[in-house]
């Protein structure tokens, strides 16, 4: 199973690998506690059965005979858990201990090597029986030895649920102690977020680099991909302006050939005539867009205090010929939640705009709703729109008046660019100034204050 957070992954794999290590930690330990106990078992089985060999004796006649000052005491006492068994080709003596049960004892036939085996023996007890045979007096001897292990192996079950214990206890530590560093370890990630959202706000050029080794390729990737995207965006813009420029010169000398005619080939050319106003229309826009973009970088964000005036002051210089002073109502020091070129191009489009239609008034406001979504009206005293127009003109080439320059994209464009960063559009008459007003709305989620 793997989850989508690299903490929960590492924890994961460290308590799986910690899982099956303790078990089989857990699992030796047990076996080898259980070795050891039962070889010391042994040992004191064999022990015991020597003890047993000094304290027996053959008569003159072959009979067995024990001598039970030599004997442990614990053999006397019934059910001690302590027992033995000693066999001669004649007699067969039992400790006191087993009082009137006895032992199974497996026929070896004459071999001397020892034998051990597990049985039950008095009261359901759990007997650790050791068997050797003896030479003595020339008589052969089987001694038995057994002893109960029921309590030992209770001890190893107690020893064992505590050592589980422990272990579920370094578990839960170790665990604790790996999130610890976990969260240390990924600081410079988290550094590297925040740098991220340094950079759409424009308060950075990239990422910095000076992160973890593992880290380091991806943050240099990542610069190096804004590096080419800021390439490309001025490569197409500045293309942009140098074709319209291009463009221009050879339209200037077209319109002077025309120019030149009389007035019967003029007529006869008024249809190219009007193709190459259009054309010339749609470049002198094409340069105004430049303008107004002037010098921009991806990564900024529009600074409201800092960019609008450059803005309004390149469009009252393109119209020079108009008295217009627009009145700006503003929400504070406010980073618009657009990139800087879209946002001067948003903006710089509805302007023109409205400075083409304006008497001698314009208002731009931006406020916030009570949903926190950051809202941009401008409004002129122009003519105005029907209702019905509003959807034409949000319409690529869709133009109010063919009478007035401009191929009618700019507020597609304004669209567009709206909708991108998931706001919304919205064109109605104004009440205050009586003509177009235009008012957008974007999300607050994407809104900076500075």
Not at 30 to 36: D, N, S
Not at 260 to 287: G, T
Not at 401 to 414: R, W, Y
Request: proline residues 3%; negative net charge.
């Amino acid at each position: 199973m793997i989850f989508r957070s690299l903490r929960a992954n590492l924890n994961l794999g460290l308590l799986v690998t910690i899982i099956v290590l303790a078990v089989v930690l857990w699992t030796l330990i047990g076996i080898a506690v259980e070795k050891i106990t039962g070889e010391y078992i042994q040992t004191r089985l064999a022990h015991d059965a020597e003890s047993l060999l000094v304290a027996t004796d053959f008569d003159a006649d072959g009979t067995l005979r024990l001598d039970e000052q030599k004997i442990q005491n614990i053999y006397h006492r019934p059910f001690s858990g302590h027992y033995f068994i000693i066999q001669s080709a004649n007699n067969t003596r039992y400790s006191r201990s087993l009082w009137d049960e006895t032992l199974n004892v497996p026929k070896n036939g004459t071999a001397s090597n020892e034998l051990i085996s597990h049985q039950r023996g008095p009261r359901n007890q759990t007997l650790l029986v050791r068997q050797q045979r003896y030479a003595k007096q020339g008589q052969e001897l089987l001694i038995v030895t057994a002893e109960d292990v029921s309590h030992i192996a209770v001890q190893i079950d107690g020893f064992q649920k505590q050592f589980g214990a422990a272990i579920l206890l370094i578990i839960i530590v170790l665990l604790a102690a790996q999130t610890t560093i976990i969260h240390f370890v990924m600081r410079p990630v988290r550094q590297a977020q925040q740098a991220i959202g340094q950079l759409e706000s424009g308060q950075v050029n990239q990422l910095p680099e000076h992160v973890p080794a593992e880290v380091l390729p991806l943050v240099r990737e990542v610069n190096r991909l804004l590096q080419r995207q800021q390439q490309r965006l001025e490569r197409s813009r500045h293309a942009m302006g140098d074709v319209a420029h291009a463009i221009k010169t050879p339209l200037a000398l077209i319109h002077q050939w025309y120019e030149s005619l009389d007035e019967s080939e003029q007529q006869r050319h008024e249809p190219v005539l009007r193709q190459i106003r259009q054309i010339r229309q749609r470049v002198d826009s094409e340069l105004k867009r430049a303008r107004l973009a002037g010098d921009r970088r991806s990564h900024k964000r529009f600074h409201l205090q800092q960019d609008l005036d450059p803005l309004l002051d390149t469009l009252q210089r393109l119209y020079h010929d108009k008295t217009i002073v627009p009145e700006v109502h503003n929400a504070g020091d406010v980073l618009l939640p657009l990139e800087k070129g879209d946002a001067t191009e948003l903006l710089g489009n509805l302007l023109d705009n409205a400075w083409k239609w304006a008497n001698s008034c314009i208002r731009l406001a931006f406020s916030f709703e009570q949903n926190e979504r950051l809202c941009i009206t401008i409004e002129d005293d122009g003519p105005g729109i029907e209702p019905h127009q509003a959807t034409t003109l949000l319409q690529r080439g869709q133009r109010q008046d063919e009478t007035v320059s401009g191929h009618g994209i700019g507020l597609s464009i304004v669209k567009q660019i709206v909708e991108s960063y998931h706001g919304s559009l919205q064109l109605d008459h104004s009440e205050q100034l009586g003509g177009l007003r235009v008012s957008i709305s974007l999300p607050s989620s994407e809104t900076e204050r500075a």
